[in-house]
């Protein structure tokens, strides 16, 4: 769908005092590897005519209070699927403005500081996707994942790699692109049955998936992953190549059919997909964006 720059949106974001975007502004990156969104709001105080140190109060007041207008832009532009992002299922009915804001009001916050020359004033938020994700899951019991009427014999894994760090083929198309990250991707085999996708998911396992760089499954040590990825998939991961990608936006990967049997044809390895015990692996390039400026 695009990014949420609609008629709607522009009145929205630009019915706002000018001298606000030349004071005030965001900076920051969507980190999909921490699932977060690190932000810094930074207040210029001699062009907002602050003084030190009584403006010190007052410029912590209008970054407390201009914090949400600047993140919201970020947040509507989250890629939920491969077909939309946040700001597109406002625009159809499925959620408001109201709850946006909420979701910004989760974040974690550093107190302001000056900077070492005086001249600004900076505060840092830290947004969990995951908590943005769980915002947007409405289900309260998972529907049952697709089973096999000829299961296949398949070792019991404690988790799902899914590699796909590099270009792959986008299917129905002559195209091949890197997959990226999104809050709800979806999983495809290679006869475009559906594996895995939201409402499978326990409702209280958290995100979908999980996103890592290549070199997490690279590290030292007997299993050859990072302690970070470890804790997602365990030590005896199934380990798959993805063999394309699918979607408008190219984040649903395609797992060869055989590899999906491995997956469906046992209860506790459904379970693993059940409670959230994939991880996918990006390009480095994909995993960090540099979030929307607040309008």
Not at 7 to 19: D, K, N, R, S, V
Not at 146 to 159: E, F, I, K, M, Q
Not at 201 to 210: E, H, S
């Amino acid at each position: 769908m695009g990014k949420f720059f609609t008629l709607w949106g522009f009145l929205l974001f630009f019915a706002i005092p000018a001298f606000s975007q030349e004071q005030i502004g965001i900076s920051g990156m969507v980190e999909w590897d921490k699932m977060e969104i690190q932000a810094t709001v930074s207040l210029n105080l001699a062009s907002a005519g602050l003084s030190l140190p009584a403006g010190r109060t007052q410029g912590e007041a209008l970054i407390n209070s201009e914090y949400i207008r600047l993140i919201r832009p970020s947040i509507l532009n989250l890629q939920m699927d491969s077909s939309s992002v946040i700001g597109d299922h406002l625009e159809r009915g499925e959620g408001t403005l109201m709850e946006v804001e909420h979701l910004a009001l989760q974040a974690r916050s550093v107190p302001p500081a000056l900077s070492t020359d005086l001249r600004s004033l900076s505060a840092s938020y830290f947004l969990d996707l995951t908590g943005v994700a769980a915002a947007h899951i409405h289900h309260e019991r998972p529907i049952e994942i697709l089973r096999t009427l000829s299961p296949v014999p398949a070792p019991v894994y404690t988790g799902i790699i899914i590699i796909a760090y590099e270009n792959l083929p986008v299917h129905g198309t002559r195209n091949s692109a890197l997959p990226r990250p999104c809050l709800f991707p979806k999983i495809w085999d290679t006869d475009m049955n559906l594996i895995f996708e939201r409402n499978m998911l326990n409702p209280r396992a958290g995100a979908m998936v999980r996103y890592f760089p290549q070199q997490s499954i690279f590290a030292t040590g007997p299993s050859g992953l990072s302690p970070e990825i470890a804790a997602i998939v365990g030590n005896r991961p199934l380990r798959i190549h993805a063999y394309g990608i699918f979607g408008i936006s190219p984040t649903d990967p395609i797992i060869n059919r055989d590899d999906a049997l491995l997956i469906i044809s046992s209860e506790e390895n459904r379970s693993l997909l059940r409670e959230g015990k994939v991880a996918i692996i990006l390009d480095n390039s994909v995993l960090r964006e540099a979030i929307v400026p607040g309008y």
